[in-house]
C-alpha cells in the first residue's frame, strides 16, 4: 500500500502455543495415534546430533524463546545481539495443550495442493481452540482472555487501515508461534516420519481474505474463541527444533525470505541464519540449539547493519570491526557497482515511438502519478492499455487521491466495456485494450498502480494514448510517452524506446568481517557433514576472514539451479575450485564454502568423511585479495555454487588483520 513501515527498532510481543497430538485420525490420512510430547526417543550412541532432553517443559521454552542472557540458546537474546540492541521480544508460553487430531492430519504429505498442505492451517485452528477452551476450564471468562490476548495485538503489520500507523491493533496476533510434539519433519518427522508437519511461518486461511477475519480487516485467519481476535500470521517448529530452526522462522515473520536454494545448493549455507545457520549448535547432540549470524545484506533490509559506503573504482580504506554485534568500527563495506541492465520484449506502442511500462519483477508495488486540479470538475481518465500479468496475483488497479496523495482509494471503470473486477486488472490482454476510469470530485491526484507477488510474474503493463477528458468535452491531457514525463512522477515506471523496456537494476558487494565470537562463535563447533548412513555427524569448522557477498537486484532469490553463479545475495568463495573426495565425487555443498573467507590467515586442516572414503583438506595460505577483473569466483564443474561477479574493476585487499577487526583497501583493478 502507500505506507512502507521503516526498519524494525521496537519490543514485539510472541505469544507461543504448545500444542501436542490426539488420538483421533482423519480417514482421508490416517497415521499413528498422537504423538504426545516427551516422547522422542532418547538418541542412540549412533545418532550424536538429534537434540534431546527428558523433559520438554514449559520452563524450556521459556528459557528458549524468552531468556535475556547474553549467548545463550534464546531468541530474545540472538535477535537482541544481532539487532545490537534496536529489536527485542518478550511474550509468554502456555501449557501443552492437547488436540483432536493426531499429527497425520495436520501434517500429511499426501494433499495434492502444491506447496505445503493447507491442513497444516488446521494445525493453528485447533491450537488456539484447544488452548481457549483450557483456559476457559480454569473458570477464566472470555473478556479476561481476550484481555490478556490484546496485549498481542499492538502491531498493525499490514496497514490495514491505510493510514500510516503501523502501531495500532489489527484484530490479529502480531506474533503466533506453535510449538508442536515430536520432530518436525526438517528432521525426517520422527516416528511420524512423513506423517510429521514442516517448519514452516504462513498466514493461515489467507484464500478466506474478504470473507474471514475481524470487523474491518477481514484478510482470512482463524478466531481465537469468542475474543474478537484472530490468529493469520504464524510460525510453527518441532518439540526439539531449537532455538536456531524458530530463529530463522521469525526472521521470515520480519520479512526475511529464505537464502538457501528452493531446489538445490548454492553458496550461502552456514554462512547465514537465513540458510543453514539455522543448524548450529556447540557440539554433540546440539545440533539447532544454536542461532548462527545473519547475513549483512538481511541486517540491512531490517535496519541493523551499521556499515561504510565506497564506490567501486574510487580509492577507499575502511577498517571493519566484528561482523557479528556493533562495535567502535563498522560490521561491513558496502561497495556500489555500476547497475546492470536487462531488456524486455513487450509491444509495439499504440501510436508513436513511445510506451508508458510498469516494469516487471516480484513484490512490485510501481506508481505512474499525476496532480489533479479539483475545480476542474467531472472528469474521464481513457487509455489504451496492454498487459501481462500473472492472473490473480498481479494487478494494475487505477487510484485517485482527494487529500494530496496521503490516502487513495481503488476507482471502478471499465475496460473495453467490461467492469474491471474489484481487485483490478489482471491476466494476459494478447492485444491493446480500452480503459475508462470515472474521477471523482474532486480529486487531487491520480495514480496507475502495478503489484506483484512473491513469485511468478508477467511482463507488466504498457500505457499510450492517454487522455483525461472533462465532463463538458474539454482535453484535460494528452499524453502518448512521447515529450518526457509530462507531469507525471514515475516510481518504477519508465518509457520505452519502442517496444523494448529496459531495466536497471542495483549492484553492491558487502564485505564483513567473520569472526568466532557472539553467536559466530558456532560456526567453530556446529557445521556438520553426514558421515556415514547411521545417525552420526562430524562436525568441523567454518573459517573466519572477510566475507564478500554480491548483491544483484536483478534476482529476487538465490535459486541458482534457475540462474547459475547468480542470485538475490550469493557469498563470494575466495577458493572456488571443488573440492573431491578420492573418487572424484565432490563435497557436499556445505562443505564446499567452510573456508570462503578472504584471510591474510591460513586456513584449518579438515577431514571429512562418507562411507568407504574420506578427504584431508590440508591447511592452506590466506587468500587475501579480491578482484573481479582478473579473478572468477565461478566454477562449471559446480554451477550452483559460487558467483558470477561482474567485472567492475573492484580490487578489495587485506592490509591488516588481527582477532577483532581487519583493514581493507578498495582500488581500481590495473
Known sequence: DQYVELARRRKDKVFVILAEFGDQADPRFGGTPGPLHNTIGKPTRDDNHTLWRKDFDKDYYRQQFFSPTPGSASMRAYYNLQ????????GTVTDWVKLPYNEARYGTDTCTEAGQCR???????????????SERAKGRTPDQIKAELAQYDVWDRYDADHDGNFDEPDGYLDHLVVVHAGKDQTWGGGAQGKDAIWAHRWFAYWNQAGSAGPEGNKAGGTPVGDTGIWAGDYLTGGENSGAGLFSHELGHDLGLP??????????????????????????????????????????????WLDYTEAEAGRRTRATLGVSGYNTDDPQALLVH???????????????????????????????????????????????????????????????????????????????????IPP?????????????????????????????????????????????????DGRTLLQDGAEQGDNGWTPLKWSRTEGRTGTTEHPRAYFAENRRHTGYGSFLKTGPYNFASTDQRVEFYPYQQGVLLWLWDTAYSDNTTKAHPGNGLVLPVDARPAP?????????????????????????DRITLHKPGTSLTVPSRPGVRVFDDHRDTYWNPDLPQLGVKVPDTGTRIEITKETNTHTTLQLTPSP
Open 83 to 90: 539487532s545490537s540492541g534496536r529489536y527485542d521480544i518478550d
Open 119 to 133: 491442513t497444516n492451517w488446521d494445525l493453528v485452528r485447533d491450537s488456539t481452540t484447544a488452548w481457549y477452551e
Open 258 to 303: 529464505d537464502l538457501y536454494s528452493s531446489d538445490g545448493d548454492n553458496g550461502v549455507n552456514f554462512w547465514s541464519l537465513m540458510s543453514s545457520a539455522s543448524y548450529l549448535g556447540k557440539g554433540p547432540n546440539t545440533t539447532g540449539q544454536f542461532p548462527g549470524d545473519l547475513d549483512p545484506w538481511s541486517k540491512l533490509q531490517l535496519g
Open 337 to 419: 557497482l555500476t547497475p546492470s541492465t536487462t531488456r524486455t520484449e513487450l509491444t509495439d506502442p499504440y501510436e508513436g515511438a513511445r510506451q508508458w511500462w510498469s516494469g516487471t519483477g516480484d513484490f512490485m508495488d510501481n506508481t505512474l502519478t499525476r496532480p489533479l486540479d479539483p475545480a476542474a470538475g467531472p472528469a474521464t481518465l481513457t487509455a489504451r492499455v496492454w498487459y501481462d500479468l500473472e492472473q490473480d496475483f498481479d494487478f494494475l488497479t487505477a487510484e485517485a487521491s482527494t487529500d494530496g496523495g496521503r490516502t487513495w482509494t481503488p476507482l471502478p471503470g471499465t475496460l473495453d466495456g467490461t467492469p
Open 423 to 471: 481487485k483490478g486488472i489482471s491476466g494476459t490482454s494478447q492485444s491493446w485494450t480500452t480503459l475508462s476510469i470515472p474521477l471523482p470530485t474532486p480529486s487531487t491526484h491520480l495514480r496507475l498502480r502495478t503489484t506483484s507477488d512473491s513469485n511468478t510474474h508477467g511482463r507488466g503493463v504498457t500505457l499510450d494514448d492517454v487522455r483525461i477528458t472533462a465532463a
Open 579 to 603: 573440492l573431491r573426495f578420492p573418487d572424484g565425487s565432490p563435497l557436499n555443498a556445505r562443505a564446499q564454502t567452510f573456508d570462503a573467507p578472504f584471510s591474510t590467515r591460513p586456513t
